[in-house]
């Protein structure tokens, strides 16, 4: 599996959009450089769709078809990475004061991308990456039950009456509904192992909070059947496999 190291040009930023350039689309599918796909492009020599499009910064949207010189490049496909988010980064797409995920991409790779959901910045750990909303409304809906598992260092030992409260579902201040049931694994004593099925804002600390407890690390293990590969430094991100797509139903 192809890893790629960590923070090329850490704080630099570049604009993340939702869709592909064609120049860009166009030279990571063909052997022309990025300024001869620029010149095809000017020349008329690329249709998108049925029609000629002559401008390099045209944004070529998901399963759009793109021709050059009448030859069909296939559909843009969507990208999927994982990356292993160290403390002090946030997950958004953009952030005025602080480093973020997609600062962990480079320029040229991290057109289009989000994170699926959300760590807090002090929140270590397993963050996917991808270009593709529908993929990612999966993961994230709590309809799905995709389990995220989340390995959590504690101020206190867990009480086994927390423990059950945390697993049949505890209500939070400012929530209509209890949390979902959650699993609980007995680490150490001050360390659980907890798998819930939901994304609510800061949820592990508020859980651990109503339980009368404070959470003092927090680290994201899995997503689904999609466990952070140990293979990966903190910063590093790498390529989702087919399977790994594909776990998520
Ligand atoms: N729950 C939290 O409280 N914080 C996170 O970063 C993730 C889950």
Same mark, same amino acid.
């Given at each position: 599996m192809?890893?790629?190291g960590?923070?090329?040009?850490p704080?630099?930023?570049?604009?993340?959009f939702?869709?592909i350039?064609l120049?860009?689309?166009?030279s990571n599918?063909?052997?022309?450089? #990025?300024?001869?796909?620029? +010149?095809?492009?000017?020349?008329g020599?690329? &249709? %998108? /769709?049925?029609?000629?499009?002559?401008d390099?910064?045209f944004?070529?949207?998901?399963?759009?078809?793109?021709?050059?010189?009448?030859?069909?490049?296939?559909?843009?496909?969507?990208?999927?990475f994982m990356?292993?988010?160290?403390?002090g980064?946030?997950c958004?797409?953009?952030?005025?004061?602080?480093?973020?995920?997609?600062?962990?991409?480079?320029?040229?790779?991290?057109?289009?991308?989000?994170?699926?959901?959300?760590l807090?910045?002090?929140?270590?750990?397993?963050?996917i990456?991808t270009?593709?909303?529908?993929?990612?409304h #999966?993961?994230?809906?709590? +309809?799905?039950?995709c389990?995220?598992?989340? &390995? %959590? /260092?504690l101020?206190?030992?867990l009480?086994?009456?927390?423990r059950?409260?945390?697993?049949?579902?505890?209500e939070l201040?400012?929530?209509?509904?209890p949390?979902?049931?959650a699993?609980?694994e007995?680490l150490?004593?001050l360390e659980?192992?907890?798998?819930?099925q939901e994304?609510?804002?800061?949820?592990?600390?508020?859980?651990?909070?109503?339980?009368?407890?404070?959470?003092?690390?927090l680290?994201?293990?899995?997503?689904g059947?999609?466990?952070?590969?140990?293979?990966?430094?903190?910063?590093?991100?790498?390529?989702?496999?087919?399977?790994?797509?594909?776990?998520i139903?």
């Amino acid at each position: 599996m192809n890893i790629i190291g960590a923070p090329v040009n850490p704080g630099k930023s570049c604009q993340s959009f939702m869709n592909i350039r064609l120049d860009r689309f166009l030279s990571n599918n063909t052997s022309l450089t #990025r300024s001869e796909a620029q +010149r095809a492009i000017r020349t008329g020599r690329v &249709r %998108v /769709g049925e029609i000629p499009v002559n401008d390099p910064a045209f944004k070529v949207g998901e399963g759009t078809s793109v021709r050059y010189e009448g030859i069909e490049l296939g559909k843009r496909q969507s990208r999927y990475f994982m990356l292993n988010k160290p403390a002090g980064v946030v997950c958004a797409t953009r952030d005025g004061k602080h480093r973020t995920v997609l600062d962990l991409i480079p320029c040229d790779e991290r057109e289009g991308l989000h994170p699926v959901g959300r760590l807090d910045k002090d929140t270590t750990g397993l963050v996917i990456l991808t270009d593709d909303g529908d993929w990612s409304h #999966r993961v994230t809906s709590p +309809r799905r039950h995709c389990a995220k598992v989340y &390995r %959590v /260092g504690l101020v206190e030992p867990l009480p086994e009456s927390a423990r059950l409260a945390l697993e049949q579902g505890i209500e939070l201040r400012g929530e209509r509904r209890p949390t979902l049931p959650a699993k609980v694994e007995t680490l150490g004593m001050l360390e659980i192992r907890l798998s819930i099925q939901e994304g609510k804002y800061h949820q592990v600390k508020r859980m651990l909070a109503a339980v009368g407890n404070h959470v003092v690390s927090l680290r994201r293990e899995s997503i689904g059947t999609i466990s952070l590969d140990p293979a990966l430094p903190p910063g590093a991100y790498r390529p989702l496999s087919a399977d790994e797509v594909a776990s998520i139903g």
